[in-house]
């Protein structure tokens, strides 16, 4: 059999999984016609067709298929060796590259960094803070802290820490509504996701209409405005923990809205850079601090007279809707 032109195998991976010669010129950065001149080269060599044309479609036959199949896995473990390759070069400097959403470097993270620099001096960290999701492998990236489900393809993720939702408030807001019932939480200008607030407004079986005066795309934004006093936010306990241990913001409530809500947050890492040394000094890490963090979360949940207050007068509450519905 005549010897394959390897260089045209990128391309016939990219057709065979976009199903469309266009698609796959604008992944690879080529032009349709470069596409299309890689794809018949390679069939002209080995000497039958690859792909069925269906008007603007193409297909993979049966031949295409079994191709495909070893392809597919021959330039994965290509791609994992050069990623291998540069994260080792990169660790001759000992530099790891990291992304996450601004609300986590700004709230969490960077009040860290001085412990980060005191236990690894010889790793430098590049961050990088953005709302969208970066291809790791793409952008030169070693790691990213993202929230979700831990279902991202081609990275191995672990399960970092749980954060549910809470409502918080600056000292004078807590004061305000010292030994009120979770209901009058909304009479004050709330922050944040109308949706949220609804559900966890429910979680105490208070039906109330809910109008958020403001909303923000990014939650260290929303944190900041509540502990001006501009109003109540229903945020991540994890990102407001520094400003809770501080007295800059205080929990108004012991609802908090978790499951399906309260997206975990994940170290997520390409698969051939698991067990990479100055990654795992990072994760070891990440998962140190942030045991510290649940820790101090934990001994200093509610300020005592203000959970007590708002514990009797949910309960008050409970009891006079359960007589009303008598």
């Not at 803070?129 to 993720?157: K, M, N, P, Y």
């Not at 205080?250 to 399906?260: I, N, T």
């Not at 001994?299 to 006079?320: D, E, F, M, Q, V």
């Amino acid at each position: 059999m005549a010897r394959i032109p390897l260089g045209t195998l990128p391309a016939f991976r990219a057709v065979a999984r976009t199903q469309n010669l266009r698609a796959a010129a604008d992944e690879l950065h080529l032009t349709h016609s470069a596409i299309s001149q890689q794809i018949r080269l390679l069939e002209q060599q080995l000497g039958f067709a690859l792909f069925d044309r269906r008007g603007r479609r193409v297909v993979l036959n049966a031949a295409g298929s079994a191709l495909q199949r070893s392809v597919e896995a021959a330039l994965t473990r290509v791609d994992e060796g050069v990623r291998a390759a540069a994260a080792a070069a990169a660790g001759a400097a000992q530099r790891v590259r990291l992304t996450m959403v601004p609300s986590f470097a700004q709230r969490w993270l960077l009040p860290r960094m001085a412990r980060w620099r005191e236990r690894h001096p010889d790793i430098a960290l590049e961050l990088h803070a953005s709302q969208q999701i970066v291809d790791l492998t793409r952008e030169g990236f070693h790691a990213a802290v993202r929230q979700g489900l831990g279902q991202w393809r081609g990275l191995h993720a672990e399960r970092l820490i749980d954060s549910p939702l809470i409502a918080l408030g600056s000292p004078a807001a807590a004061r305000r509504l010292a030994g009120q019932a979770t209901v009058s939480l909304a009479a004050e200008p709330l922050l944040g996701d109308g949706d949220l607030w609804q559900r966890w407004f429910a979680l105490d079986d208070c039906r109330c209409h809910v109008q958020p005066v403001a909303s923000f795309n990014d939650a260290g934004l929303m944190l900041q405005a509540a502990e001006q006093d501009i109003g109540i936010a229903l945020g991540r306990e994890l990102l407001a923990a520094d400003a809770l241990r501080e007295g800059r913001l205080v929990r108004l409530s012991p609802l908090a809205l978790g499951e399906e809500l309260a997206q975990s947050y994940w170290l997520a890492v390409p698969t051939e850079l698991v067990g990479w040394p100055p990654l795992e000094a990072l994760r070891e890490w990440l998962l140190d601090e942030l045991a510290d963090a649940a820790a101090a979360l934990t001994s200093s949940a509610l300020p005592a007279p203000i959970a007590a207050a708002a514990a009797n007068a949910a309960k008050t509450a409970r009891r006079g809707r359960a007589a009303a519905r008598r």
